[in-house]
Structure formats: C-alpha cells, structure tokens
C-alpha cells in the first residue's frame, strides 16, 4: 500500500533554512504528483506546494513562493522541500501526501504522518 | 486563488444523528472538491472525491452532493469514531484551498 514517510523537521531560527524529505512506496512514484500540505499548532490545513510527476511543472501558495522550492527525485523515489528564510509562522506539522490522478491533479488522496517544524528564536 | 468558505466551525450531535457540513467555493469549481476526516495528532483521510464519489474503504453513511457551488458531505447515521474535523479541498486550480474545517463532537 501506499506509504509516505517524511523527515527532516526540528527546531530553527527564524531566517534559517531547513529541508524536509519524504520518502514514498507502494505505488509507481513516476505516475504521480507531490504535494506538501502543512498545519499549524491548533490550525486548519494548509495546501503549501505541488510538483508534477514527472517534475515539469511546479506551484506553490502564495505564503511559501520564492522562499520555499519542491523538488523530486525519482531515482529514489524521494520528494524535497527546501524551506529558505524561514519565520515564525511556518511553524506547522508538514504532510507528504500524493495526488489521487495518474499522471493528472485529482486532489489529494494519501498521507504522510507528518513531521513537525518549529521556527524559534 | 479560489476562498472556500465552510459551515457549520463547529456542531455537538449525538451518535445515530443525521449531519451535514457545507463547503461554498467563490467561483464554480466544476465537481473538483474533496472531503477529509482528520482525528486529533493524525493525518487526514480522503472521505469523498469528486463531490459525489466515496474512497474505498468508506462507510456508506457518508455521501457528498452538490448544488451549484454549494457542496455539503453528509453522514448519515453519526458514529462514535466519526466524532473529527471534517475539511473540504477545491482541487480545481492552483493553489488548492482547504475550507477551515468543522469539528464534530459529542452532544
């Protein structure tokens, strides 16, 4: 079955960097689009970033764009978000999740069980 | 980017009760909305895809309908474990916008 497993999170000043990975199985990784969702403490959901499947197309909220980049690796089947000039209020839990559509945006059908960041000075 | 609104924030109902939350999107959205369970500390779960069609593995007491762009999940008989935070997602354009959620708790 499909399995999303990110890491990565921890504890960062605020305008440091971080990279969050996920790594996915189960399922042709090739096929499908990633995304990034993320929740802050108490919060509602967040859609953050999706990258295409086959890594051609990229887009983002309006929240992270120009500080954060999604970027995926096929060979491993890995998927990356690098989170630049980070503040205070992208403290959150971040899923990995996978698009429910073969090659197509469809929405969001599997999670990771998320990994928490926190932005602390 | 598209605004999902959602109603009701938050609603008490007793186990065997009818519930119904809607999700309103500020433009039409085609049918491209889905509905997702998250308990406390837990990712969320796909409910219903497509506005109308249930994830394998889903009670029957769930369903979604639509009326212009209007969408609501109903559940039809209210279980203990369906006591959660229900969201909608528009996945219509970029960026995806999530509703605020609703809680469901015990009455």
């Known amino acids: 079955q499909v399995q999303l497993v990110e890491s990565g999170g921890g504890v960062v000043q605020p305008g440091t960097s971080l990279r969050l990975s996920c790594a996915a199985s189960?399922?042709?990784?090739?096929?499908?689009?990633m995304h990034w969702v993320r929740q802050a403490p108490g919060k509602g959901l967040e859609w953050v970033a999706v990258?295409?499947?086959?890594?051609?197309?990229?887009y983002y909220a309006d929240s992270v764009k120009g500080r954060f980049t999604i970027s995926r690796d096929s060979s491993r089947n890995m998927v990356y978000l690098q989170m630049n000039t980070l503040r205070h209020d992208d403290t959150a839990v971040y899923y990995c999740?996978?698009?429910?559509?073969?090659?197509?945006?469809?929405?969001?059908?599997?999670w990771g069980q998320g990994i928490l960041v926190t932005v602390s000075s | 980017a598209i605004q999902m609104t959602q109603s009701p924030s938050s609603l008490s109902a007793s186990v065997g009760d009818r519930v119904t939350i809607t999700c309103r999107a500020s433009?039409?959205?085609?049918?491209?909305l889905g509905w997702y369970q998250q308990k406390p500390g837990k990712a969320p779960k796909l409910l219903i895809y497509?506005?109308?069609s249930l994830q394998g593995g889903v009670p029957s007491r769930f369903s979604g309908s639509k009326s212009g762009t209007d969408f609501t999940l109903t559940i039809s008989s209210l279980q203990p474990e369906d006591f959660a935070t229900y969201y909608c997602?528009?996945?219509?354009?970029?960026?995806?916008?999530f509703g605020p959620g609703t809680k469901v708790d015990i009455k």
């Open positions: 497509a506005a109308f």
């Open positions: 433009q039409g959205i085609r049918n491209d």
């Open positions: 990258l295409s499947y086959d890594g051609s197309n990229k």
């Open positions: 997602l528009q996945d219509y354009s970029f960026p995806f916008t």
């Open positions: 189960g399922f042709s990784f090739s096929d499908f689009s």
């Open positions: 999740a996978r698009d429910r559509g073969l090659q197509d945006y469809d929405g969001i059908q599997s």
